[in-house]
């Protein structure tokens, strides 16, 4: 039995230098990175996989078996089971690193590769819970004593899934609504939404929960079902262009055309504006001020937040020091008392 072994592990080296070897040669045009990445991921899963099958070629041969190897041989049909469900989740995110490369979501124009990298991340995590769980039942059915508790068990489905669906409809609730975010899809990673009053991008779209990345760098939680049963707003839902706002209070004798002409100054040449929109408008008047409204456009909504902020600040600083007048103010008229109330009538 032991020069079977010695022999089964000799074939197994001989065989797993071949195949890495292979592989190097398959792999030479993929980028260093890249390359790094896959093998990290099933380098070891394959290695464990392998061995395990060279130890276990051995049994195939041997027909009687005492208790020692026969608890072996039971050990190592299990850690097969698992090595190959390892392999299994180790190739789903090898494949996610080719997807990531060809639709990247890093350039402006990223609506598709959001689409299909939310779809995916919630789908690997589903076929993640679906292997793992085939591999503990495999697993466990291999031991006598369970696979005569899983007939009786089969027999009792009934009760048994009624009972589980009340102790757990909350979570299976959660798994649904994760499921349907990634088919229907009113939210996508990247996604830059309001949510509780806060505004952010959407960072995680898993099973049963989403974080949302906040402005400030906090992270807010929020179960999947939030987003299929309340109201939220979505920015980005159609495009990851988007308008952007500027409000200034003013007052009424300001030159608004002098402010046209500046807007276009600042925007000319600007890498933050897309090119698309820019306009001012007078959208509200009261009795102390007028309020304009610059709306331009931007390519994403951090893209956005910075030409905000850049054109508030500059179209500030034209008119204090060019209109210093035409900032807002309070006017008070204080009666003439020397004035003769006949003068008043003439």
């Known amino acids: 039995?032991?020069?079977?072994?010695?022999?089964?592990?000799?074939?197994?080296?001989?065989?797993?230098?071949?195949?890495?070897?292979?592989?190097?040669?398959?792999?030479?045009?993929?980028?260093?990175?890249?390359?790094?990445?896959i093998k990290e991921n099933l380098k070891l899963p394959i290695f464990l996989l392998f061995l395990n099958i060279a130890l276990l070629i051995p049994f195939a041969f041997t027909e009687e078996l005492n208790l020692f190897w026969g608890n072996l041989k039971h050990l190592l049909d299990i850690t097969l089971i698992f090595s190959i469900s390892w392999i299994l989740i180790k190739l789903l995110k090898v494949f996610k690193?080719?997807?990531?490369?060809?639709?990247?979501?890093?350039?402006?124009?990223?609506?598709?590769?959001?689409?299909?990298?939310?779809?995916?991340?919630?789908l690997e995590k589903v076929i993640t819970v679906i292997i793992i769980f085939f591999a503990v039942s495999t697993a466990l059915m291999t031991f006598e004593s369970i696979q005569k508790f899983g007939i009786s068990l089969f027999a009792s489905a009934g009760?048994?899934?009624?009972?589980?669906?009340?102790?757990?409809?909350?979570?299976?609730?959660s798994i649904?609504?994760?499921?349907?975010?990634?088919?229907?899809?009113?939210?996508?990673?990247?996604?830059?939404?309001?949510?509780?009053?806060?505004?952010?991008?959407?960072?995680?779209?898993?099973?049963?929960?989403?974080?949302?990345?906040?402005?400030?760098?906090?992270?807010?939680?929020?179960?999947?079902?939030?987003?299929?049963?309340?109201t939220f707003q979505n920015w980005t839902r159609k495009t990851s262009s988007i308008l952007g706002t500027v409000f200034l209070y003013t007052d009424y004798t300001v030159?608004?055309?002098?402010?046209?002409?500046?807007?276009?100054r600042l925007l000319e040449d600007n890498e933050l504006w897309n090119n698309q929109v820019k306009v001012?408008?007078?959208?509200?008047?009261?009795?102390?001020?007028?309020?304009?409204?610059?709306?331009?456009?931007?390519?994403?909504?951090?893209?956005?937040?910075?030409?905000?902020?850049?054109?508030?600040?500059?179209?500030?600083?034209?008119?204090?020091e060019n209109y210093p007048e035409s900032l807002p103010k309070t006017r008070v008229e204080f009666p003439n008392k020397n004035k003769s109330p006949k003068a008043e009538q003439q």
């Not at 089964?8 to 790094?36: D, M, N, W």
């Not at 690193?97 to 919630?122: C, G, P, S, W």
């Not at 349907?180 to 806060?198: S, T």
């Not at 007028?290 to 331009?296: E, P």
């Open 280 to 320: 001012i408008q007078v959208t509200d008047a009261t009795e102390k001020s007028m309020q304009l409204r610059i709306l331009v456009s931007a390519d994403d909504s951090p893209t956005a937040w910075e030409l905000r902020v850049f054109l508030r600040e500059h179209l500030i600083k034209f008119i204090k």
């Open 176 to 230: 649904i609504a994760g499921i349907q975010l990634a088919v229907a899809q009113p939210i996508r990673v990247d996604d830059v939404v309001i949510v509780e009053g806060e505004w952010g991008w959407i960072e995680e779209i898993n099973l049963t929960y989403v974080v949302v990345k906040i402005w400030d760098q906090r992270r807010l939680v929020v179960p999947t079902t939030y987003f299929i049963e309340n």
């Open 255 to 264: 030159a608004i055309d002098e402010i046209r002409k500046e807007l276009d």
């Open 159 to 173: 009760v048994a899934s009624i009972i589980i669906g009340f102790s757990a409809q909350k979570i299976i609730a």
């Open 97 to 122: 690193i080719f997807m990531a490369e060809k639709h990247r979501v890093d350039v402006n124009d990223n609506l598709k590769a959001r689409k299909i990298h939310t779809q995916y991340n919630i």
């Open 1 to 37: 039995m032991l020069y079977n072994f010695a022999l089964s592990l000799g074939i197994f080296l001989l065989i797993y230098f071949i195949l890495l070897q292979a592989t190097r040669l398959i792999l030479k045009k993929v980028s260093g990175e890249k390359y790094k990445k």
